[in-house]
């Protein structure tokens, strides 16, 4: 599919697990930038990668790494800390997912709650979009959350697609994929770019991909996890492939 027509649907690729593994044993190898090449190589059309506090994945030396090797965009996900903001003013990365985060949680649990912490997150956005980084804000599929996020004057929002991931197939994921789909036509309504992610895999991609208002799907785990059996170029050719078929 044309890389700039107006239905193109960006593909994200998120390494996170890429340094998991590597981390496993405490050494250099698997490279998560090596693997943000390749992605990038496959038709990735941006690499995303959460830097977190605990620094339990990706490292600060990654993020360097990545901003200096890539030739496609970078998408820094990050919590709403004095520090996380000291790294992205000092990179400048292409844009800045704002995310909740929890020291106990195995993952991302969770949209970022924007319309609770307005005040908090408000000077967060303001020096980020000032920076000329692109903001999203990572949000649970509604109304309030986007209509706080407009407020703030983030320009994006990633609507959380784990719920529909983790509910049964049926009635139940209908009707979270239902919420999707009105968050992400009240996002174009109030003017904002709409992206989703979040436990997507070849198995429930294509519903989200067909919502005509979202402009990019972040994906990184089961990408990750797929490439141990095909290689990674395959799974991000694959899941590449089943985005364009969504929105053919
Ligand atoms: N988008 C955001 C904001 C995330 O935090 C994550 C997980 O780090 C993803 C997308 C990708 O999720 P997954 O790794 O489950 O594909």
Redesign the pocket.
């Known amino acids: 599919m044309n890389r700039v027509g107006l239905n193109y649907l960006r593909l994200?690729v998120?390494v996170?697990?890429v340094a998991t593994v590597r981390n496993a044993r405490g050494g250099l190898h698997p490279d998560p930038v090596r693997a943000a090449l390749v992605a990038a190589a496959a038709g990735a059309d941006g690499i995303?990668a959460?830097l977190r506090e605990d620094r339990r994945h990706i490292s600060d030396d990654d993020i360097s790494r990545l901003m200096a090797e890539l030739k496609i965009p970078l998408n820094l996900?990050m919590a709403a800390t004095q520090e996380m903001l000291a790294i992205a003013l000092r990179h400048k990365p292409h844009a800045v997912?704002l995310?909740p985060e929890k020291r106990q949680e195995r993952?991302?649990e969770g949209g970022l709650d924007v319309a609770g912490g307005h005040n908090h997150l408000a000077p967060y956005v303001r020096q980020l979009v000032g920076a000329g980084i692109r903001v999203?804000m990572?949000i649970e599929a509604e109304a309030r959350q986007l209509d706080a996020s407009k407020s703030l004057g983030a320009p994006v929002v990633?609507l959380?697609?784990?719920t529909y991931?983790e509910s049964a197939p049926g009635p139940m994921r209908e009707q979270q994929l239902k919420r999707l789909q009105t968050a992400a036509a009240h996002a174009a309504q109030i003017g904002l770019e709409c992206?989703?992610?979040?436990?997507?895999?070849y198995d429930t991609v294509k519903p989200v991909a067909a919502i005509p208002n979202v402009a990019e799907?972040?994906?990184?785990?089961?990408?990750?996890g797929e490439a141990i059996f095909t290689g990674f170029e395959d799974s991000i050719r694959r899941m590449r492939h089943l985005m364009d078929e969504a929105r053919a």
């Open positions: 994200g998120n996170d697990h995303t959460h996900e997912c995310v993952t991302t999203s990572f990633e959380h697609t784990g991931c992206h989703a992610g979040h436990g997507l895999g799907l972040n994906i990184g785990h089961f990408l990750v």
